[in-house]
C-alpha cells in the first residue's frame, strides 16, 4: 500500500509543473484540482480506521493474511505458517505446511466475501482484524484446524481450540514445525540487522 501511495505521489508531483499553470482560456489555476485528486487518491487507499468494517471478496496471501480490496489484512490472535514455511510431518519427512495453510484458508472462504473489523496494526503494511464468513471467525476456524497457533494473550478464546486441534495432531500439529510467530519475529531481527 505504501508503494503505490509513493507511486501516487511521485506522478502528482510529476504533472505539478503541468497542473499548477494557469488554464490559458480562463485564467485559472488547476491547483484545487489537483488537491482534490490527491486527497481523494490518499484516503482511498488509508489504512481502515477502528470501527470500519472491510467488506469484500479476499485474496489469501498466506494462511494469516489477506488482501481484501487493496489493503493487507493480518487475521487477528493468530500466528500461521508464512507461504514459504516448511514443517515435517510424523515421518519427519518435509512439507510445505505455509502452503498447506493458505490453500486451506483460501478453500475456506471460497467465493464468500468477507468482513473485517480492525483491530490494531498487524505486521508491516497489515492493519490486524477480526475476519468472518458469515458467522464463522477464520482466525478460530484456523487455529481449530491446526493450521494456525494462538496468541494467548490477546485471543484467549482460540485456547481451548488449539488444545483440542492438538490433542487429534490435526494441521502444525501432526508433527515438527517452528513457532510462526518466532520464524516472523526471527526474520524481522535478520532485515533489520542487514539494513544497519
Known sequence: MSLFVGILLA??????GTLLCPDDKAGRSR????AAL???GLSWHAPARAGEILRGPAQVIDGGTLRVGTRAVSLFGIAAPEADATCADAQDRPYPCGRD???ALAERIGGAAVACEPRGHGTGDAATALCRVGDADLGAWMVAQG????DRDVAPDYAAAADRAWGRRLGLWSGVFQDPAERRGRRAAASLGAAG
Open 147 to 150: 493450521l494456525a497457533l494462538p
Open 38 to 40: 490527491l486527497a481523494g
Open 11 to 16: 506522478c502528482a508531483a510529476g504533472l505539478a
Open 31 to 34: 491547483l484545487p484540482l489537483l
Open 101 to 103: 495453510a493458505a490453500q
